[in-house]
């Protein structure tokens, strides 16, 4: 495994701290985060041992510990018992549905399987003014926008338009991911090389904006509806997706879970 290159010893760490005052555990998550985002470490690929980091940065274990324990309540790490630590991917059970919010009023989300995707359509297209604003592009910049319905127990319950920087994503097409089994997010980081790592999201009631989007999820104009407006960052807070979906609450309803 890659050592650690540039990082300050013991002492000269402590020596960083007191100006910032920062913690020493945060100064190793720093240093480990910055190894993910440069992606020396992979989605998927082991990270070195506690015991190899310690002596790598030249730390106690238990300042190593307390960084990856941050970083994993972050899902950017994995713990396997008996194995080691892991790079998150969003193939991983317990990544797999993080920014998926919608619950089932009845039942569990296991219980459902995974929704059944419909691609409306996928094509290039110019940033508005607007979209270009949250994803840090020039307005009229080549974005990719995908059009879909989501369904659960063979019910439509989502509606979603979706938009990726086009020079991340330029070669992204319909079949791809109508005929990819797993989570999108899964898709753009195993085929592209882009992991989003958070996101933030605006909420609010509505009824169908229109007719074409009532018809799609199969409701009544006056339908109520949770309008739900996502941008998504890779590492170093980069915007790379906006999304905007409509879903019904009739059967399903928006869970979130704070700490």
Known sequence: MNEIQGIPKAAEAANLAAPS????YRQIKGLLLQKLQAGQWQPGEAIPS????SQQLRVSQGTV???IDELAAENLLVRRQGKGT???THTERQVQYRFLRLRPDQGSLDGEGPAQRHILFCRRERATAELAAQMGLRSGDAVMHIRRTLAMRAVVSVLEDIWLPGHAFKNIHAEQIMHYQGPTYALLEQEFGVRMVRAVEKIKAIVAPD???AQLLEVESSTPLLAVERVAYTYNDVPMEVRRGLYRTDTHHYLNELQ
């Open 65 to 67: 510990r307390k960084a």
């Open 211 to 213: 007719a074409e989007s």
């Open 50 to 53: 506690e015991m190899e980091l």
């Open 21 to 24: 005052f920062s913690p020493l």
């Open 86 to 88: 892991f790079v998150a």
